[in-house]
């Protein structure tokens, strides 16, 4: 059974571990070894993590199947106080869970976590070479625009942005 619990900066370890379990075979047909440690180190060290959750208000969600870490999400308003747009900032699911429909579980509980708070929409970012891409197009959301990101290091994240209406 999948459960989604809310965490906080208590979590982060498990994230972290997490993070590292899924990123390397998520990215390494897209990524260079070192751009994935460098983004790794950007957006998952305990800094950064802390960051995200305190200042910038990111809700981390961690999925649980029979109490086993399957995977972890975080939402946020796009701009702060106005509940009526979300970002996905990150999805992941642990290799050895993918395709048990948890990504959908976790989905799901943003969405039904938003959207009593008027939410319209959800957008996100995914690399345009990830296979995620067809996941969330089944799931509803479309492609809005193509970007180049830069992260520094002379690295760029090569994004979708997708959106779904509510």
Do not use: C
Request: aromatic share 12%; proline share 4%; hydrophobic share 40%.
């Amino acid at each position: 059974m999948i459960e989604i619990h809310k965490v906080g900066i208590e979590a982060i370890p498990q994230i972290i571990r997490h993070a590292k379990a899924s990123w390397k075979p998520t990215y390494k047909d897209i990524l260079s070894e070192e751009q994935m440690d460098y983004m790794l180190e950007l957006f998952y060290s305990p800094d950064a993590l802390v960051s995200q959750i305190i200042e910038k208000q990111h809700q981390f969600i961690i999925a649980l199947d029979n109490n086993l870490h399957a995977g972890f999400a975080s939402y946020s308003p796009i701009n702060k106080g106005d509940t009526s747009a979300y970002h996905l900032h990150k999805i992941y699911i642990k290799p050895t869970q993918q395709g048990k429909g948890i990504g959908k579980v976790l989905l799901d509980f943003v969405i039904n976590d938003i959207k009593p708070k008027g939410a319209q929409y959800i957008d996100l970012n995914v690399n345009r070479y990830n296979k995620a891409v067809d996941f969330y197009k089944k799931l509803g959301f479309k492609i809005m625009e193509e970007v180049d990101v830069p992260v520094g290091n002379n690295y760029f994240m090569n994004d979708y942005i997708m959106r779904k209406r509510l």
